[in-house]
């Protein structure tokens, strides 16, 4: 029996949460889901850890500037269908900030906005479930 291969992809996503309860979210800027709303992140380059690519996504997506070791890992999210480009597997982690952080979309992102938990909009590809996991276990 021939063995196939899937090709997995590896990212990072960030959940940035303030202290007065809201979440940082950014609308994409293509496709999937363009014109939804999701947290930052993206792909991990070559020679970089998923910490790191979290960090650098934060700053390119939303201009949320953080070190890598100020993230906290909230998990590894694998699902097969958490993305209708194919296999792609992220480690998610979380910030918190003081309110009132000042935030600029860039990248990928057309905008960038603080929602408040209690509030939010639907969210791209698995990220409702990302953010229920730091909920559960920290806000």
Not at 16 to 45: F, M, N, S
Not at 48 to 71: D, H, K, M, N, W
């Amino acid at each position: 029996m021939a063995e196939t291969f899937e090709t997995i992809r590896y990212t990072a996503d960030v959940v940035v949460t303030t202290t007065d309860g809201r979440v940082l979210l950014i609308e994409r800027g293509w496709d999937p889901h363009q014109g939804q709303w999701a947290l930052p992140g993206g792909h991990v380059d070559s020679g970089e850890t998923s910490r790191a690519a979290a960090a650098r996504e934060l700053a390119e997506e939303a201009g949320v500037y953080a070190a890598p070791e100020e993230l906290t890992q909230i998990g590894v999210f694998d699902a097969p269908s958490r993305d209708p480009r194919g296999r792609y597997v992220t480690v998610a982690y979380h910030l918190e900030v003081v309110s009132r952080t000042p935030i600029e979309a860039g990248d990928d992102a057309t905008r960038a906005q603080w929602w408040p938990l209690s509030d939010l909009p639907t969210l791209a590809f698995d990220h409702a479930t990302i953010l229920d996991a730091v909920r559960t276990t920290s806000i």
